[in-house]
């Protein structure tokens, strides 16, 4: 069975410009995470969907940041406009559930110029 | 924000020897989580213990729990080079408004020398 999938994997855009990132959880998780990881340190919950609902997302920047989680499956995160301070990678992670363990992707490393 | 302090932020150790890794948290929980994280290399889950339980194996893995101190451990037996990487822990929040979100802490660097 194919595990969380994110794409792109890499993406360099100038700032100011629109990116956006798409997230594939496992069949049947319905719990989706987006997180942001900058080097040497933990990945930072972003927001957090339960089926296609946002249950949490105080962490998102929403002046230029948006998501979206259409029929409960995959979900889009976007960035609009981008700022060099947004260069890190983005990680999609799922899971059955509240309470049980995450699974993610490679993640998308972003790099803002 | 971080929930989870790991201790130490840099371990290097020689193959074969226990590595012991320490996270401290500050909310209640439901479970705490163990992953990890090769260079390059997406993460990992390697355990979780819920907060009714004291201690955990899998395979060469130990974990344990005190809810009272509000802090966990890992070791890890008989260490490799593979398991040269960055390990996290992360929590899942027992109740509130943050109730189910899994947050991580700023993880432990381990290097095992051959």
């Known amino acids: 069975e194919a595990g969380v999938v994110q794409s792109p994997r890499y993406k360099i855009i100038e700032k100011k410009q629109p990116v956006a990132f798409w997230c594939n959880p496992i069949?049947?998780?319905?719990?989706l995470y987006w997180y942001l990881q900058n080097l040497g340190q933990g990945p930072e919950l972003l927001i957090r969907?339960?089926?296609?609902?946002?249950?949490?997302d105080s962490q998102l920047p929403k002046d230029r940041f948006s998501a979206e989680r259409l029929k409960g499956v995959d979900s889009t995160l976007k960035i609009q406009p981008a700022e060099l301070g947004d260069s890190a990678v983005y990680l999609c992670?799922?899971?059955?559930?509240?309470?049980?363990?995450?699974?993610f992707g490679q993640g998308t490393r972003l790099t803002v110029v | 924000s971080q929930q989870g302090e790991e201790d130490p932020q840099a371990l290097s150790i020689q193959e074969g020897e226990n590595a012991t890794m320490n996270c401290s948290y500050k909310?209640?929980?439901?479970?705490l989580q163990w992953y990890r994280q090769n260079s390059g290399r997406g993460l990992v889950h390697l355990i979780l213990?819920?907060?009714?339980?004291r201690e955990k194996h899998s395979g060469r893995l130990r974990v344990t729990l005190d809810t009272s101190k509000k802090s966990s451990s890992l070791l890890i037996t008989a260490s490799r080079a593979a398991d040269t990487a960055s390990y996290f822990c992360?929590?899942?929040?027992?109740?509130?408004?943050?109730?189910?979100?899994?947050?991580f802490g700023q993880g432990t660097i381990l290097t095992v020398h051959p």
């Open positions: 992670a799922s899971s059955l559930g509240l309470n049980t363990e995450a699974f």
């Open positions: 069949s049947g998780h319905n719990t």
């Open positions: 969907y339960e089926n296609e609902e946002a249950v949490d």
């Open positions: 909310t209640s929980i439901n479970n």
């Open positions: 213990i819920r907060s009714n339980e």
């Open positions: 992360a929590t899942v929040a027992g109740g509130g408004t943050s109730y189910g979100k899994l947050t």
